[in-house]
């Protein structure tokens, strides 16, 4: 079997998605840091494996993927057989409902989510001055969204169906940083989505992209 490789940066929300599904599914892989700072997501040796110069990138012998959504909806197919089940079998209306699902994660929560992550997270760190304006717009964008996801969770015990796929797995990198924000607020303030982001930051798939982070 081809030796997996994940390309990323461990900062990288989308590369976080990627490593998370790889655990979820207890796949072996190799991780490939890329360094961002020192401009190698722009070299050609890199741009061979995502021609955008982003992360993440994946490299399963001869095949090559990019967008972070894609490569694990790859996975979780492929590897269908090993770990926990991500996606939801049956009739195409279910599948359907798992697609709805991964479309409102991209569309609506991801948007005004990622925002608060660089207003909230990465220009501080940057040195760079938060927009608060910018801030409260996208907290009451993502405040929307979250009273859609406590409805939908009275419903289900979590957004597909009453068991984890990857409708909820896309969340996880927003998610973590977002509750090391102010931001925060917007989670603990409804029951059932809080504790459903306290469900799936808990599994231990998602500890083990922590724990990589912190070495």
């Known amino acids: 079997m081809a030796v997996i490789k994940a390309h990323g940066n461990l900062l990288s929300t989308a590369t976080q998605r990627v490593l998370a599904c790889l655990y979820e599914k207890e796949v072996e892989f190799q991780f490939v840091p890329v360094n961002m700072e020192a401009g190698e997501h722009k070299s050609e040796n890199y741009l061979s494996v995502n021609p955008f110069g982003q992360v993440p990138a994946f490299e399963e012998g001869d095949f090559k993927l990019f967008e972070s959504r894609a490569i694990t909806l790859y996975i979780a197919h492929e590897y269908t057989d090993k770990g926990n089940q991500l996606l939801l079998s049956g009739s195409n209306k279910s599948m359907a409902v798992l697609e709805l699902w991964k479309e409102v ?26 927009d608060t304006a910018v801030v409260e717009e996208n ?77």
């Open 105 to 130: 994660e991209a569309h609506q929560f991801d948007p005004a989510s990622s925002k608060l992550v660089w207003e909230l997270l990465y220009k501080p760190l940057f040195g760079k001055t938060t």
């Open 139 to 215: 907290e009451a964008k993502l405040a929307k969204v979250l009273d859609v996801y406590e409805t939908r969770l009275s419903q289900s015990k979590y957004l597909a169906c009453d068991y984890f796929t990857l409708a909820d797995l896309h969340h996880l990198p927003t998610i973590q940083y977002l509750l090391g924000s102010p931001a925060k607020k917007l989670f603990d303030s409804r029951p059932r989505v809080s504790a459903w982001v306290a469900d799936i930051t808990a599994r231990p798939a998602w500890s083990k992209v922590l724990a990589m982070q912190k070495k």
